[in-house]
C-alpha cells in the first residue's frame, strides 16, 4: 500500500507542477524546503526555473542588509532587497527576510561611530523601525540579529557588543522588530550553533535573553554551514534544536545549509558522503515537528559563496554548476518522500550500494507501466519502489540501489 501511495503521489506532484523539493516537505509536514538567490542570479532562466519549480521559500542572501538597506544614516534605500522579495511575491514563494543587525555588510557609519548606548540604541531602532515596516506582511521570518557569538560563546566584538558592553543591543532590536511587524516570525540566527557545545548554549541563552526583557522571539535559524564528513550526530541535532525550544523558542529551522567538500574535486564516494550528510539534516528537521524547514544557501554550486571565502572548497549544494542534479539531491528528496508518504525515513544513502544488473519495467499498483526506451542522466533516480519513470541510465553511469525507494544513476 505505501508503495503504490508514494508512486501516486510522486506521480499527482509531477502532474500538478508542484515544486518538487518543496510538495515533498510540505507533505511531510513542513512549511517549506527554500533556497537562498541573489539578485544578479534572477537573470539566468535555467536557474530561476529550477528555483521556481523545486523550492518553496527564499531568502535574499544580500539585499536586505543594512549596507543596502541604509547605507547613510536616515537614508533608506530598498531597491536592492526588493528585486528578490518581489520574486518570491510573484512565484508564490515564502519569503525569508535577513537581516536586521550584523556586524558585517554594516556601512562604516554605523560600525566606526562613537556612540552612547542610547545613540545606537536610537540608531538600532530606526533601522529596524523602517526596514521591517517596509517589508510588512512580506516576510514569514525575520533573521533580526546575526552571529552576534564566538565560538567560545562569547559576544563577538562588534560595534554592538562594545557599546553595549554585551548583548543587551538584542532585546532592543527584537523589541524593535515586534513593533514594527507583529506577525513575522523572529529569529536569532547563526553558524556552528547545529551541534551541542559552548556556541549552542549561548544561543539558547541568547532566547532566554531576549524573553527575560520581555520581548518576543520565536525561532532559532542554524545556518548550517558544514563539510562533508563532519557531522554532528543525529542526537546532537536533536538536543541542540531542544535546547532552542526549552529556552522558549516555539520554532527552529536549517537557515543557509550547505556542506562543503573540503577538497575538491570530489570523488564518487565524496558525493555519497554528501548525500548522507544532507539526508541526516533532513531527517533530523522532519523529526522535530518545531523544525518548520529547510533551507539551502543556494541551490547550485555555480552561485555558491564558498569558493570566494574558502578557496579550494565548495561544490556544497544539491546541484551542480552546470545546474545538473547531484547524489545529494537524490538522498533529501528520498527522505522527504518516505516522510511525506508516512513511510519511515529511509536509510541515508550508504557507500556499500547493490548493483542493479538489468533494468526491470514493473506494473505499479495505479496500474502505469513504466516507460520503454528512455534514459536517466547520471545521478537522476532509475528505481525505487513506486519508481515510474526510465529505468535504463546512460551511458558511463550504472543503475545502483541507494534504499528501498530509490535507485540512482552514478
Ligand atoms: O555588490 C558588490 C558589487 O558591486 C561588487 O562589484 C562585487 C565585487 O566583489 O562585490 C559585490 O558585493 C558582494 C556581495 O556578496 C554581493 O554579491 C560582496 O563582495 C560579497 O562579500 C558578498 O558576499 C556575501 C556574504 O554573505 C558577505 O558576508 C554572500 O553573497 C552571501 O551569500 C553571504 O551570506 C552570509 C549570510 O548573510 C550570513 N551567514 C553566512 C553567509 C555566507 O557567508
Known amino acids: 500500500m505505501r508503495t503504490q501511495h508514494l508512486g501516486m503521489v510522486l506521480l499527482a506532484l509531477a502532474s500538478a507542477g508542484e515544486a518538487q523539493l518543496n510538495a515533498l516537505a510540505k507533505r511531510a509536514g513542513k512549511l517549506y524546503f527554500g533556497s537562498a538567490t541573489d539578485n544578479g542570479e534572477l537573470s539566468d532562466t535555467a536557474y530561476t526555473n529550477i528555483l521556481k519549480s523545486e523550492f518553496g521559500s527564499t531568502t535574499p542572501g544580500n539585499g536586505q542588509k543594512w549596507q543596502y538597506t541604509e547605507p547613510n544614516r536616515g537614508q533608506f534605500s530598498f ?31 554605523v560600525s566606526s561611530g562613537s556612540w552612547t548606548q542610547a545613540q545606537l540604541t536610537s540608531i538600532i531602532e530606526t533601522h529596524i523601525a523602517n526596514v521591517v515596516a517596509h517589508y510588512k506582511g512580506k516576510c514569514y521570518a525575520w533573521d533580526v540579529v546575526n552571529e552576534a557569538l564566538n565560538e567560545d560563546g562569547s559576544w563577538r566584538d562588534s560595534v554592538f557588543s562594545r557599546v ?13 522588530a515586534a513593533a514594527a511587524d507583529p506577525a513575522a516570525k523572529l529569529y536569532y540566527n547563526d553558524y556552528n550553533i547545529e551541534a551541542t557545545g ?34 554532528p550526530s543525529a542526537a546532537s541535532l536533536a538536543a541542540t534544536m531542544n535546547s532552542y525550544l526549552s529556552a522558549g523558542a516555539t520554532e527552529v529551522a536549517y537557515t543557509e545549509l550547505d556542506i562543503r ?23 533530523a528537521c522532519l523529526a522535530l515537528k518545531a523544525c518548520v524547514g529547510i533551507t539551502i544557501w543556494d541551490y547550485t ?69 513504466q516507460p520503454t526506451g528512455c534514459t536517466a542522466k547520471k545521478y537522476d533516480q532509475c528505481g525505487g519502489e513506486g519508481w515510474m519513470g526510465c529505468t535504463v ?8 540501489v541507494s534504499n528501498q525507494w530509490y535507485s540512482q544513476c552514478l
Not at 99 to 105: G, K
Not at 164 to 176: C, D, H, L, T
Open 261 to 283: 567538500h573540503s577538497s575538491l574535486p570530489a570523488s564518487s564516494a565524496a558525493l555519497k558522503q554528501q548525500g548522507d550528510d544532507y539526508a541526516r539534516i533532513t531527517q
Open 301 to 369: 554550486d555555480k552561485y555558491s559563496w564558498i569558493p570566494g571565502v574558502f578557496p579550494g572548497q565548495g561544490a556544497a549544494l544539491l546541484w551542480d554548476d552546470n545546474l545538473q542534479k547531484k547524489p545529494a539531491y537524490t538522498s533529501v528528496s528520498s527522505v522527504l518522500a518516505a516522510a511525506a508518504t508516512g513511510g519511515t525515513n529511509p536509510p541515508p544513502v550508504s557507500s556499500s550500494t547493490t548493483l542493479i544488473t538489468s533494468a526491470t519495467s514493473t506494473t505499479t499498483g495505479g496500474g502505469t507501466t
Open 79 to 109: 531597491s536592492n532587497g526588493d528585486v528578490v522579495a518581489n520574486f518570491a511575491a510573484t512565484n508564490n514563494l515564502i519569503l525569508r527576510c535577513h537581516t536586521l543587525v550584523w556586524h558585517s555588510q554594516l556601512p562604516s557609519w
Open 164 to 176: 553595549f558592553g554585551g548583548g543587551n543591543f538584542i532585546p532592543v532590536a527584537f523589541k524593535a
Open 198 to 231: 559552548a556556541k549552542q548554549a549561548a544561543a539558547a541563552n541568547i532566547v532566554k535573553l531576549v524573553k527575560s526583557s520581555g520581548a518576543r522571539i520565536d525561532g532559532v535559524g542554524m545556518q548550517a554551514h558544514l563539510i562533508v564528513g563532519q557531522m
Open 393 to 400: 541510465c546512460a551511458s558511463g553511469s550504472t543503475c545502483k
